[in-house]
């Protein structure tokens, strides 16, 4: 055993049952809950992360009825003969002695469907559906559901539930006064507000008996207005253990709220603070959670006894062996979470099975499979993350693979995105990738532009040559105040005070991001910084730990006009779950977003603008293009044109829609089949 981690490999007694590590893998929603099949997928997923090692595993949320639904077709455990395919999955989970909890969810006023109930009838600002005010007769019953489900549960094989009373879902939503108005036996001072999830926990360990896990999910840090305050959080907790709940998870933050909690910009372990606290209060196995990747980063929470347990979600997404690797010392060859939320919440919020970015098999275990094949010698072009998820892939089918880079370093674009702040996180993937091309024997010609002669030493090609920056055709695009984004992230090249930045996608809002911080702030990086800038209330004596924090955004350095033709809101091609945050977090650094903008010239004056037909001179020292990309494709059409095998993938395959987890997915889909 790895004595680097000998807290996370300390057994937890729980008395009638003991959990082999300190491992959790936190509930996520996958989607393959409601896909045809989906339980025979989950089975094989979860199984990968049991037998990875991971102690204790907690499901997707399952609904305990209709009206808790998240969606008119989420997943609802009611009926003993919706039992057996949960049995396929803790069979699965449980062939490698690892322990498996249902979470029940029920979204109350958060469900995306008419029929979802709050305590109150207030809908919510995330939600186009106003709920419908829950009867008394409608909370007994709800509580029912609880146990039912719970018991429903214990007969397909889980060792438990995890009952979820946080990120704003409806136990959250009895709890506070923002969101319950009652005056009933269920609302009005705490102690009411307290009776539903108290008679829930009641219910279930009525129903279940003793030996059955029950883990709560405690909204520790509301992270909205009119949200509990600490002294009333505590008084939960206590009464909870009081009901034999067997562990408290942390959950932080509603979904509404306006503070980001696990996105890239969240420094690693922001919020184990929260578990630390309330461990002071309560002595409970206590699970913290939120942006912790790395064990390393988990084995410290654990030795300074600021938790229990640690939860961590997505990395089981990016590595199904993360444990293993940790105990055999592997920590080199973990595939780390990047916090991007691109293929897994991203996907859930637009009702698609979660995947990983820089994990495509997640979710896809039974489908992305290994074809038979026959050894070739292939020449890759290009080290990005196309060019490196294929070389390893392939590699791992025993090809020979020679991977040509004209760069110093491998990575591609994902050099330039590693130094924007809130995307450090990114240099993971390319030490992953470093030493897994190493492992798997790929030969590696750094400094070196691939020629089309050399094909000739190989049966096959595949070009992953990438994108050139789109080339605008403005009066004065030579001038020398225009540079494009290569120009200023890769080539360092130097850059005034005033900026205009043309183009308002992805790579627009990060260079922005960029050119609005100076070295001295890196809130990613920095805790104490992050909460200062987004005003968070690190000693929760204000309700929800917000309420009259002002906010100290650091001043930018720079000022910037962010610039698109478009006149629809700006950032709206962003991610689904991360975009408010770019557009806050540049919003808050006075960056000025001008849209419906035509671009007349560039001179010594700075650059002309016409914006509903109004002419403008933006007195700028620099224009940085970020007006999309190109393929870079050239080389493909040289080789194809002189017969040679070739593929192409990734942004050298087409530029529309490119992102890195086409990149990558499009590598490894190429290598399962060549
Ligand atoms: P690239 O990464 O462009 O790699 C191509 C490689 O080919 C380069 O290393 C190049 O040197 C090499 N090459 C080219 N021609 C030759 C030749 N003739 N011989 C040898 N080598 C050659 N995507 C996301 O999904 N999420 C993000 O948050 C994100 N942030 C980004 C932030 C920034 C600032 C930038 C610039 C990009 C970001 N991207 C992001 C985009 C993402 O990085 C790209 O989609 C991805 O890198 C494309 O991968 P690729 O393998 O197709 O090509
Ligand atoms: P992009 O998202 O396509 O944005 C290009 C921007 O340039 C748009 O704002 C577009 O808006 C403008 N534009 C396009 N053609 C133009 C022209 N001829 N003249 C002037 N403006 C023009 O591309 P990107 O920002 O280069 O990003 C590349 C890829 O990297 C993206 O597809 C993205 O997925 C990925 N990426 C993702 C993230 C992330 O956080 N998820 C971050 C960075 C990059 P108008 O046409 O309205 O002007
Ligand atoms: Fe992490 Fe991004 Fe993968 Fe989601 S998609 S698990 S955030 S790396």
Redesign the pocket.
Known sequence: MSEQFKNLFTPLDLGFTQLKNRFVMGSMHTGLEEVKGGFNRMAKYLEDRASGGVGLIVTGGVSPNLAGRASPFACQLSFPWQVSKHKKVTDAVHKHDSKILMQILHTGRYGYQPLCVSPSGIKSPISPFKPWKMSNLHIRKTIYDFANSSRLAQKAGYDGVEVMGSEGYLINQFLVTKTNKRTDHWGGNYEKRMNFPLEIIRAIRKKCGKEFIIMFRLSMLDLIEEGSSWEEIVQLAKELKKEDVNIINTGIGWHEARIPTIATKVPRAAFTWVTAKMKKEIDIPLVTTNRINKPEVAEDILANGEADLISMARPYLADAELVNKAKENRLDEINICIA?N?ACLDHTFKGKVSSC?VNPFACYETELVHTKTTQKKIAV???????MAFSVEAAKKGHSITL????ED?????N??KV?PG?EE?NETIRYYKRQLDLNGVILKMK???KVETAKEFDQVII????LPRKLKIEGIEHEKVLT?VDY?KHKQDIGTKIAVIGAG??GF??SELLTHSKESQSSLNKDDFFKEWGVDQTISTRGGIADIEAQVPKSPRMVYLCQRKTSKIGKGLGKTTGWIHRMGLKNKGVHMLTGVFYDKVDDQGLHITIAEKKQILDVDHVIICAGQVS?NS?YEALKFKGVQVHK????HSSGE??????IKQ?ITLALKI
Do not use: H, W
């Open positions: 991007c691109q970015l072009v290009g080290a990005g993350p196309s060019g040509f880079d004209q760069d491998i990575g591609g674009q994902f330039m995105a924007i995307k990114f070196t532009e691939f992953a040559t990438g994108v984004y992230l992805g790579i990060d260079v870079n080389l993938i990734g942004g050298a490119l992102d890195a987890k086409r990149a590598g």
